[in-house]
T-cell receptor
């Protein structure tokens, strides 16, 4: 079945550095990628939607200059957390629709980011 | 706005026990409802879904019924196994929001032999 490969699974970085998270669709073309994050004991929250070849759409309250999203090709979308701070520590996960139906979504395995 | 409220965990059960994880929702439109499962080290996987009132989704022995009158979609399984240990997320999606998902906080289930 359709697979989204997300890397890295976990990362620890120092404050002020940048971290890139990649999501690759392995056997299908992902024209759209959703990026979510989850703070401890909270829901997965949609951060932004990336579309191949165009600018990402960010949800209210998400800083687009801090969370850089690039959808360079039909199989790769990246999220870069720039100048990371401890409050950015969270679980980030991507998701791509397959057929456009509500149930046809594939999720990556998630990235646990810890900023120290 | 649209939201999902899910029973908090963690939940620990003995093998063959009955499982219920409560989920209620608030939606402005007509949502589709889902249960996703995340096994250790893996991504979220669709467990079951229901797209309209009174629909029952089922998979791997799990069931959930779309109850519009109580705005609920509780997950149940009659006899859990150790392999069911995972985190379970209730979610909804409304077509007129571009199929954006709204997730519950997740419920961690541990089944002990």
């Amino acid at each position: 079945g359709a697979v989204v490969s997300q890397h890295p699974s976990w990362v620890i970085c120092k404050s002020g550095t940048s971290v890139k998270i990649e999501c690759r669709s392995l056997d299908f073309q992902a024209t759209t990628m959703f990026w979510y994050r989850q703070f401890p004991k909270q829901s997965l929250m949609l951060m932004a939607t990336s579309n191949e070849g165009s600018k990402a759409t960010y949800e209210q309250g998400v800083e687009k200059d801090k969370f850089l999203i690039n959808h360079a090709s039909l199989t790769l979308s990246t999220l870069t957390v720039t100048s990371a701070h401890p409050e950015d520590s969270s679980f980030y996960i991507c998701s791509a629709p397959q057929t456009g139906r509500a149930s046809g979504y594939t999720f990556g395995s998630g990235t646990r980011l810890t900023v120290v | 706005g649209d939201s999902v409220t899910q029973m908090e965990g963690p939940v620990t059960l003995s093998e063959e026990a009955f499982l219920t994880i409560n989920c209620t929702y608030t939606a402005t439109g007509y949502p589709s409802l889902f249960w996703y499962v995340q096994y250790p080290g893996e991504g979220l996987q669709l467990l079951l879904k229901a797209t309209k009132a009174d629909d029952k989704g089922s998979n791997k022995g799990f069931e959930a019924t779309y109850r519009k009158e109580t705005t609920s979609f509780h997950l149940e399984k009659g006899s859990v196994q150790v392999s069911d240990s995972a985190v379970y997320f209730c979610a909804l999606s409304v077509a007129n929001t571009g199929n954006q998902f709204y997730f519950g906080t997740g419920t961690s289930l541990t089944v002990i032999p």
